[in-house]
């Protein structure tokens, strides 16, 4: 083999014997831990040359040129790792176990010999550099868990791939307001023919029997509003004439005050004037 590509290779026990079988791997793994135990395992083994390591998301990473990926895959083949890989090309795919020799069993899933072609326009950050476009060349994936029974294609074709990450055209969502009716051109009245004698006009309150359009219930909103407008009217009627009495008597009040003001200025003159005259007559 010449360059692998393992995706989560963990704390590398399948990675170092990828390096022994290989002469290059590329590991993606997003954990900084686990890359310091990966890198330790690998200078112990004198295989640091041969490694390199991305430390991104395999969903979000941009994949080197690669002959082999090995990747444990933990939703099965419908994860969106797998519909990354297949978006650069065209893949009839078929599932088949096998072990490979590491004493563990995986699902191989690779193409029939086809050209490959890549998608880098449509989607950029699966790209791979330097992908060849030979029909004989073979881009094998090797993924852990379950093998697959079926031997039909389990992908559509590629070009339809887009609309699972397609955002220009969201689904609606229920929201908390209803949406807004379109307005109606249709003037309101009755919809169905109404009988009428030829040269008498047609009595409003009068239509013919179901030709108005929820009659009653209409008939009902609008003594429902009449009812509601009465009894404001008369609640501020009587709101005014409350406010109205409580002035007259905060009036009456003010002024009973000034007359008792008044009268008591004077009678202490009547009684300064009677001191006065007594205090003569005594003299």
Same mark, same amino acid.
């Given at each position: 083999?010449?360059?692998?590509? #393992?995706?989560? *290779? !963990? ?22 831990? +686990? +890359? ?8 112990? =083994? ?6 390199? @390591? ?14 082999? @990926?090995?990747?444990?895959? =933990? ?6 790792? +797998? ?27 690779? /193409? ?22 030979? *029909? ?5 994936? +090797?993924?852990? !868990?379950?093998? @697959?029974?079926?031997?039909? /294609?389990?992908? /559509? ?21 209803? =949406? ?9 009245? *009755? ?11 047609? @009595?409003?309150?009068? /239509? ?11 008939? =009902? ?50 009684? #300064? ?11």
């Amino acid at each position: 083999m010449d360059t692998v590509l #393992q995706i989560g *290779p !963990g704390t590398g026990n399948l990675t170092l014997k990828l390096l022994e079988a290989s002469n290059k791997a590329v590991a993606i793994e997003i954990d900084n831990r +686990v +890359v310091e135990i990966l890198h330790k395992r690998v200078l112990e =083994r004198g295989f640091e040359d041969k490694l390199a @390591v991305i430390r991104k998301d395999a969903l979000r990473a941009e994949f080197l040129q690669f002959d082999i @990926v090995v990747a444990n895959v =933990r939703y099965g083949i419908s994860s969106s790792l +797998v519909a990354k890989l297949a978006f650069v090309a065209e893949i009839d795919f078929y599932a088949k176990e096998r072990d490979m020799g590491f004493g563990a069993i995986r699902s191989i899933i690779r /193409p029939l010999s086809r050209t490959l072609q890549s998608r880098s326009s449509t989607f950029s950050t699966t790209s791979f550099a330097g992908t060849s476009a030979s *029909p004989k060349s073979e881009f094998r994936l +090797v993924f852990g !868990g379950g093998s @697959v029974r079926s031997q039909a /294609p389990w992908f /559509p074709i590629s070009n339809h791939l887009h609309s699972l990450t397609e955002t220009r055209f969201p689904k609606r969502r229920p929201s908390d307001k209803p =949406r807004r009716k379109r307005s109606c051109m249709k003037p309101p009245g *009755p919809y169905a023919w109404a009988q009428s004698v030829p040269g008498e006009s047609v @009595v409003a309150t009068k /239509p013919n029997e179901g030709s108005v359009k929820r009659r009653n219930e209409k008939k =009902r909103m609008r003594q429902r509003r009449a009812f509601i407008l009465a009894e404001k009217k008369k609640r501020k009627a009587q709101l005014q004439e409350a406010k109205k009495k409580k002035d007259i008597k905060k009036i009456e009040r003010k002024m009973a005050a000034v007359a008792r003001d008044r009268a008591w200025t004077q009678r202490l003159a009547e009684l #300064q004037q009677l001191e006065e005259e007594k205090k003569k007559s005594t003299a």
